[in-house]
């Protein structure tokens, strides 16, 4: 089985991030009760005719120069036919002759190494309605049909399940970023669709698609259970047909839904209600400039400012974290880093809460750094600030004045406090004299226990190491 070689394509379809559908002024959005957001237009009434919604046209052209594509100017949109209940018109809108974009690529890194992945097409089209299956009945929501889609086709490049997880993770992170999608598999604004073909040589083998994949660790299974399907049944002497398949997340296996339908059984034809769209080099600019920093510039100019690897994965992962940190990074990129993805991060976590719900500002956070930089707060201090802060806002000096949180910087002040205690504590410094460093930590607690958590940390850590070399014990 090993001597079979995996060809894998995939079509992802994302819906659009824009405050309308794609060819009415019905509302874009996923919240709201069922077949409220729907007009005459998305339910196919008879005599309503389409509206093209530029502003989709736009964050499309976006994806298209984000994937490196030739973009095509002139825009031609045809009519898919197909009968389903979730397609009121009998017909999905959509590119079949001229997409928009076509000729991209996107590199992906496996295992640390560079892979490119060639993109067919990225094509404009129409989301259907929902169907909500429950017992023997079905329903229908109508708020998902005619929000604007893009499908972005790839080559069959790929060939192991770790380059179609890559591959989906760059993508992912790509239109989230450039606000293209919120890429939200489980609210089906991302979808997967996975071209899977086996053979023993250079030679693509017959292909089966498996339809409508829920995650992207549930790509990786459904190749390997497909691939590894495709291969039993060519070894036993049997052929593979063109299938569309989906995948059973609890048996690990794929399941046939019907015998693959060819381009012929769509009736592909021009939409004759839309009219050519030319796109001229100002619609590609003003896309082009609309495209921020993207994640791969953003990891190169963190390392660059000391930034350590697993914060800078940690920020890039969340995109609402990232911006918070671009907007602090210059009063010190390393310590700003840590306060956001150490206690922020586990604060927001533990309440299931985002940057949004909470009243901490940039502000707060400059003016914590500037405070621990300067000494005037310490690590443990401005740990129990961050709660309070973010909690109830307010201002940091405010605060540090009604906690008690005055730092001890006055060095002939904390000498006194570390000869009391190296007094009261003559075992420990005979322990440290001997060699024993966990001595140095709790002569430091008791320290920080008398100046009640004041004292200045670091500057205690070194006149305690001072005192200790010169310390008699027979005093």
């Known amino acids: 089985m090993n001597n079979y070689k995996k060809t894998i394509g995939i079509e992802v379809h994302c819906e659009l991030k824009t405050a309308t559908k794609m060819f009415s002024d019905s509302l874009n959005s996923y919240d709201g009760k069922e077949n409220s957001h729907i007009n005459a237009i998305d339910l196919a009434y008879p005599g309503t005719l389409p509206l093209i919604n530029f502003g989709a046209v736009h964050v499309a052209l976006k994806a298209a120069l984000l994937l490196n594509c030739d973009i095509n100017k002139e825009m031609v949109f045809d009519r898919k036919n197909y009968f389903y209940p979730d397609l009121p018109k009998g017909y999905q809108i959509t590119q079949a002759r001229k997409p928009i974009g076509t000729n991209g690529y ?8 560079e892979k490119k992945v060639r993109i067919h097409d990225i094509h404009i089209e129409e989301d259907t309605a929902k169907s909500i299956h429950s017992g023997e009945k079905s329903y229908l929501d109508f708020n998902r049909s005619g929000v604007p889609l893009i499908e ?12 179609a997880m890559a591959y989906l993770h760059k993508l992912r992170e790509l239109f989230i970023y450039a606000d293209i999608s919120d890429c939200k598999m489980e609210e089906g604004s991302m979808r997967c669709d996975v071209n899977v073909s086996v053979s023993k040589d250079d030679t693509l083998g017959v292909r089966t698609e498996t339809k409508n994949i829920g995650s992207i660790s549930s790509v990786g299974r459904a190749i390997k259970a497909e691939s590894k399907r495709q291969i039993e049944v060519l070894e036993n002497g049997e052929s593979i047909r063109e299938e569309t398949r989906r995948f059973d997340e609890k048996d690990e296996v794929t399941i046939l839904m019907r015998v693959k339908e060819t381009g012929n059984d769509y009736r592909y034809f021009p939409e004759p209600n839309i009219p050519t769209i030319y796109l001229d080099d100002e619609d590609v600019e003003a896309a082009r400039k ?9 990891r190169s100019e963190y390392q660059n400012l000391g930034v350590n690897e697993n914060n800078i994965k940690t920020l890039i992962g969340n995109r609402e974290l990232c911006n ?32 949004k719900d909470i009243k901490l ?6 003016d914590l750094v500037s405070k621990l930089k300067t000494n005037e707060l310490s690590s443990k201090q401005v740990k129990n600030l961050l709660p309070v802060l973010m909690e109830k ?3 940091v000096k405010t605060w540090m004045d009604t906690m008690g949180m005055v730092q001890i910087n006055d060095e002939s002040a904390l000498k006194a406090m570390i000869e009391q205690v190296l007094k009261e504590n003559k075992e420990s410094v005979t322990d440290y004299k001997n060699g024993h460093d966990r001595a140095l930590k709790y002569l430091m ?3 920080m226990k008398v100046s009640k958590g004041q004292a200045n940390p670091a500057t205690v850590n070194r006149l305690l190491v001072d005192t200790l070399e010169h310390f008699d014990l027979n005093k």
Do not use: A, C, R
């Open 290 to 298: 609309d495209i921020p920093k993207m994640p791969d510039e953003l």
């Open 106 to 113: 996107v590199m992906i890194n496996v295992d640390g190494e």
């Open 445 to 447: 607690g008791q320290i």
């Open 152 to 163: 972005i086709v790839t080559e069959p490049d790929m060939h192991t399940e770790e380059e």
């Open 361 to 366: 500002t940039v502000d707060h956070i400059i």
């Open 324 to 355: 918070f940190f671009e907007k602090v990074k210059q009063s010190d990129p390393v310590i700003t880093s840590n306060l956001l993805t150490g206690d922020i991060l586990s604060y927001l976590n533990k309440n299931n809460l985002t940057l």
């Open 393 to 395: 806002g307010g201002n």
